[in-house]
């Protein structure tokens, strides 16, 4: 149990260095371009790009500069924009993790448990009347865009509606810190997390349904039913264990991604300085420093997210720990 734990720890740090040196080097070390010139942005004085270069090591071998942008980054957190002038980078990217991360942990917890619930349901009632609504209903969810959902959200609970009892508790656009006021905080996120999971609760419940059904024609759910289980308890106990194999899987890809930034049309639509917000101000106003330090940290959260699944794995199919 220790030894696969250990290894797979070697081989998430072996890939983050790697990352990280493709990233430096694609921002960096791009044959033709001037990093200084990025850096500073358009139209800096020749005194800013002297700076610039000093701060970054540009006048140094290469190696030098990878090490001094590690250090900026992850150590010593000075790495300064050069288009909103003193603005620390890392310090703006940590106050916008707990965004993010506050938006994809509540709608993950709405998408896994309605999800299991739908894929569960429909795989024990396989082509009823019941198994093809909720089928119909996850393609719908599947079929509207994330945007779009959130911009009707905001219609029906911010103006059309926003004076009735049903949507009276709604607070503004925004985010509220969870020390500050957690119970603003929660409703804040309620209609965000909704907006978010809709789409995956499709997804992951038919992934799920599809995979219990496999599941059911095994060997050794063959050999529960010889042993008199019941119907439940096999599904329950032993088909779902297996089957939660590909969820988590998926679970693992999009939460790394939704972590890193890719839950940016939801932070947009309700106005939530997220990782995927900051990464896009940065891209609209070409702050290189911002670009790297938020891609660094996404592609971070991408390998521990999967780290974690591959640990999952192990408590879900005891045949990893020998493979």
Do not use: C
């Amino acid at each position: 149990m220790i030894y696969p734990i250990l290894r797979r720890l070697a081989q998430m740090l072996f890939v983050m260095f790697g990352i990280s040196v493709i990233v430096f080097l694609i921002f960096f070390a791009t044959p033709g371009a001037d990093p200084a010139a990025r850096i500073a942005g358009r139209n800096a004085s020749p005194e800013v790009l002297e700076a610039v270069r000093h701060s970054f090591g540009f006048d140094r071998p290469l190696y030098v500069q990878y090490a001094l942008m590690m250090q900026k980054i992850f150590v010593t957190g000075d790495l300064t924009s050069f288009v909103n002038r003193g603005w620390k980078v890392v310090p703006a990217v940590l106050d916008s993790i707990p965004v993010t991360l506050s938006l994809v942990f509540g709608a993950a917890v709405l998408w896994v448990v309605f999800s299991i619930l739908i894929g569960v349901v429909a795989a024990a009632t396989r082509d009823s009347w019941l198994d093809k609504l909720l089928m119909a209903l996850g393609l719908l969810g599947i079929s509207m865009p994330v945007y779009w959902v959130g911009e009707v959200m905001n219609l029906v609970s911010q103006s059309r509606y926003h004076d009735t009892w049903l949507f009276s508790w709604v607070p503004p656009l925004g985010y509220v810190n969870f020390s500050d006021d957690p119970k603003g905080w929660f409703l804040a996120l309620v209609i965000p997390w909704i907006t978010l999971s809709i789409l995956y609760i499709g997804i992951y419940g038919r992934v799920l349904r599809a995979a219990i059904i496999e599941s059911m024609q095994e060997d050794y759910i063959r050999t529960a039913r010889a042993k008199g289980l019941s119907e439940t308890r096999i599904l329950l106990r032993h088909a779902l264990r297996t089957s939660l194999i590909a969820f988590v899987t998926l679970f693992g890809l999009d939460f790394g991604a939704l972590v890193g930034g890719s839950a940016l049309l939801t932070e947009v639509v309700f106005g939530l300085q997220g990782i995927g917000k900051l990464t896009y101000d940065a891209l609209q106003s070409l702050d290189l420093p911002m670009i790297m330090a938020t891609v660094m940290y996404a592609s971070m959260f991408v390998v521990i997210a999967n780290a974690v699944v591959d640990f999952v794995y192990i408590l879900l199919d005891p045949r990893v720990k020998t493979s």
